[in-house]
């Protein structure tokens, strides 16, 4: 069984920074992509930030410059510095990973966590 926990997420004001942090647990062979998505009220989830197993990133236009996401394979771990935060940042943030499970050694399925709510207001 694979899990994905999310934590970090709070209240901050405009112009403020978290770092978010997503920990893959369980039965794990192999990770490759790991993504951050988030989802405001009222709004479709979007994509965030992605990173691959060899570190190559990607950023969606309106974080780019502010955010960061970074990884450690070997602790199964993805994080999202978030800085400059604005108030449309507001929403809850998930991890998403493209995981082999240790069963099949095969890539098959996109695990989600929970989610952690991040909130900008002063």
């Known amino acids: 069984q694979v899990r994905l926990v999310e934590s970090g997420g709070g209240l901050v004001q405009p112009g403020g920074s978290l770092r978010l942090s997503c920990v893959a647990s369980?039965?794990?062979?192999?990770?490759?992509?790991m993504n951050w998505y988030r989802q405001a009220p009222g709004k479709e989830r979007e994509l965030v930030a992605t990173?691959?197993?060899?570190?190559?990133?990607n950023y969606s236009d309106s974080v780019k410059g502010r955010f960061t996401i970074s990884r450690e394979n070997a602790k199964n771990t993805v994080w999202l510095q978030l800085n400059s935060l604005k108030p449309e940042d507001t929403a809850v943030y998930y991890c998403n990973a493209f995981i082999a499970a240790a069963q099949t050694r095969i890539f098959t399925t996109h695990y989600w966590g929970q989610g952690t709510q991040v909130t900008v207001s002063s």
């Open positions: 990173i691959t197993s060899g570190g190559s990133t």
């Open positions: 369980g039965n794990i062979f192999s990770i490759d992509d």
